[in-house]
């Protein structure tokens, strides 16, 4: 399975941004999907989780009422919608993906499959 993320860039703080994640190679209704972020001397953070049909959601405590997850089964695409950005989310965001897991978990081990990242910059 190759998951290839984008969509980051450069925003002002307060701005919004849209990240993607395309699957390949797999079922993508199959797998459990997630978006992680790592700052600089940080260690990787659960952000957002989807299940596979996209019908259960999880958020990170600093995601909840900014950022929406949501997943395109049919395009074999995951999503993360930003919103009032603060500059404390600057980071690179990894989308990863589980095929075993039941529900959307928040450590980082627990996802077999990784994208490359993207990063995503807060300038205030």
């Known amino acids: 399975v190759q998951l290839q993320a984008s969509g980051g860039g450069l925003v002002q703080v307060g701005g919004s941004l849209g990240l993607s994640c395309k699957v390949a190679g797999g079922t993508f209704s199959n797998y459990v999907m997630a978006w992680f972020r790592q700052a600089p001397g940080k260690e990787r953070e659960f952000v957002a989780g989807i299940s596979r049909g996209g019908g259960s959601t999880d958020y990170a405590d600093s995601a909840k009422g900014r950022f929406t997850v949501s997943r395109d089964n049919n395009k074999n695409t995951v999503y993360l919608q930003m919103h009032s950005l603060w500059a404390e989310d600057t980071a690179v965001y990894y989308c990863?993906?589980?095929?075993?897991?039941?529900?959307?978990?928040?450590?980082?081990?627990?996802?077999?499959?990784w994208g490359q990242g993207t990063l995503v910059t807060v300038s205030s």
């Open positions: 990863a993906a589980d095929r075993f897991l039941r529900n959307t978990r928040a450590f980082p081990s627990e996802y077999g499959h």
